[in-house]
């Protein structure tokens, strides 16, 4: 089984499309907190209602909230996985190694991105409700008008919390966070960087050089 892999960036960073090639070409589960946190909010559930707000508005979700998320949605013992937008925090990372990772190999990747990229990918990023797959306004259209490629739905959507003043709030946090994250995995030996402001292929062939 491989290493887990945990990825760290910028929301807009490409962590979320890297994470996709790499569930296609190897053998890996992708978890994403933002999609469970979605889910919840799709369902109303009880979670699900309590958080829409917050997320909206751009800010985080209480770090024990997300944990037991992630907690309930994984299975270590069977599956690889990488973990895309859990950490958020160097409490979450701490949480993340103590709590679910404990003795299992894994490496931390960082996407490092140019801030000025990130809000022109972010705000002309949509999806597909249905199977997830990522798309861009300016480098990646869907090969006819707003139809998924991969499964065929019509209708991509924009998320509420991808509009500009929202992304503003979401990077402003990511900025505050970041270093004293990439302060622990460094001193734990688990870090490693690639530079995300190269095309989608050059930043994958950096992501499998590395796991
Ligand atoms: P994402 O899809 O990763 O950009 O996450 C969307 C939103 O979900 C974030 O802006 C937060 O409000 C919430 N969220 C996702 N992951 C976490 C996390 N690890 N800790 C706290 N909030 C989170």
Same mark, same amino acid.
């Given at each position: 089984m491989n290493s887990h892999l945990v990825v760290i960036g910028a /929301? =807009?960073?490409g962590k979320g499309t890297q994470a996709s090639k790499l569930v296609s070409e190897r053998l890996y589960n992708h978890i994403s907190t933002g999609d469970l946190l979605r889910a919840e909010i799709k369902k109303q559930t009880d979670l699900g209602l309590k958080v829409s707000k917050i997320i909206e508005s751009g800010q985080l979700v209480s770090d024990d909230i997300v944990m037991e998320l992630l907690l309930q949605n994984c299975d270590l013992k069977n599956k690889a996985y990488i973990f895309d937008g859990f950490p958020r925090n160097v409490e979450q990372a701490s949480m993340l190694s103590k $709590? !679910? !990772? %404990?003795n299992s190999p894994y490496v931390a990747v960082y996407f490092k991105i140019? $801030? @000025?990229l990130l809000i022109s990918r972010i705000v002309n990023r949509r999806s597909c409700p249905n199977c997830g797959e990522i798309y861009n306004l300016i480098s990646k259209l869907p090969s006819? /008008? @707003?139809?998924? @490629? %991969?499964? =065929?739905? !019509?209708g991509l959507t924009h998320r509420k919390d991808d509009h500009k003043d929202i992304v503003e709030n979401r990077l402003e946090i990511f900025t505050k966070n970041i270093q004293p994250m990439l302060d622990y995995y460094q001193a734990i030996g688990k870090l490693s960087i690639i530079d995300a402001s190269e095309s989608e292929e050059k930043t994958f062939t950096s992501l499998l050089k590395i796991i």
């Open positions: /929301p =807009g960073s $709590q !679910l !990772l %404990k140019d $801030q @000025d006819a /008008p @707003d139809r998924c @490629d %991969k499964c =065929g739905h !019509l």
